[in-house]
């Protein structure tokens, strides 16, 4: 089914009012970028019907291997499908990336800190395949958006994830991620995080040490879903540890208008695809 624009405008706003579930449907129905392609559809990075991944690569050939982004969508921790964001990996390969985006086993089928363990082993199994599809293990690139986002700070600032493999993470990009949300608070949270023995260390602003990656974290003012000041404490302790950081905050748009605003018929909303665009090459250099 094709929508034009203004339709595709008016389902948005009925269909993400507040959570992250409808983006499927809201894939299904928007139009994708040119000049990208599935290039690998449901790898496997191992063996739970979870663990599998998609790969978007630009459309035309490239004699240099291209920077790898890896995106992590959101869902609360409890839902979401790679096939839900499609949008996103044909929008940032029609931008000249290759991109990751991997399922990976959610609650309540695991508990904290399972997932950020099958995100690790997607992005290991990433760089390890890398050369297959065109990409550089090297320049590497965790995104994410609200769970998401979390996810990609995690990996990127906490070495207890990707260990050697994290030298390669060249930058982190957040949409409207929560990195510093004590005490637990809510029954989604609460059931994400349960056992946790030191709820301190579940925070991603309590991982940042000097030397970890350039960021771009991206909020939209009227998000009620997380807090911008989630990305306001984190960009501060980064700069305080001397990473660099764009903080980007959009007028008018809420907590999944941000990822939504990637695809091409709501860029007028708010340029996050451009900013992502401007980093990712900065820092892939």
Known sequence: MKLGKGRIAGAVLGLLVSACSPLKVFNGIVPKDGGARLALRDASFGPDPRQR???????????????????FYGGSWNSGTKSGYSFVGRALASRGFVVAIPDYRLVPQVRYPTFLEDNASAVRWVRTHSQEFGGDADRLILAG?????????????????????????RGLIGLAGP???????????????????????????????????????????????????????????????????????????????????????????????????????????
């Open 53 to 71: 991944l998609d790969i978007y690569v630009p459309g035309a050939p490239s004699a240099q291997a291209r920077p790898i982004i890896v995106f």
């Open 179 to 285: 990195y510093d949300f004590l005490p637990f608070d809510g029954p989604v949270v609460q059931k994400t995080f349960e056992g946790v023995g030191d709820p301190v260390d579940t925070q991603p602003v309590h991982h940042v040490r000097a030397g970890d990656p350039s960021a771009f974290l991206a909020t939209g003012d009227k998000d009620d879903t997380v807090r911008p000041a989630n990305s306001d404490a984190l960009a501060a302790k980064l700069r305080a540890a001397g990473s660099a950081v764009d903080r980007r905050r959009y007028p008018d748009i809420g907590h999944a208008g941000l990822v939504t605003a990637i695809a091409r018929p709501l860029r007028g909303r708010a340029a996050v695809l451009d900013d992502m665009t401007v980093f990712a090459e900065r820092v892939t250099r």
């Open 145 to 169: 958006h609200s769970a998401g986002a979390y996810n990609a700070a995690m990996l990127a600032l906490d070495p207890r994830w990707l260990g050697e493999d994290r030298k390669a993470v």
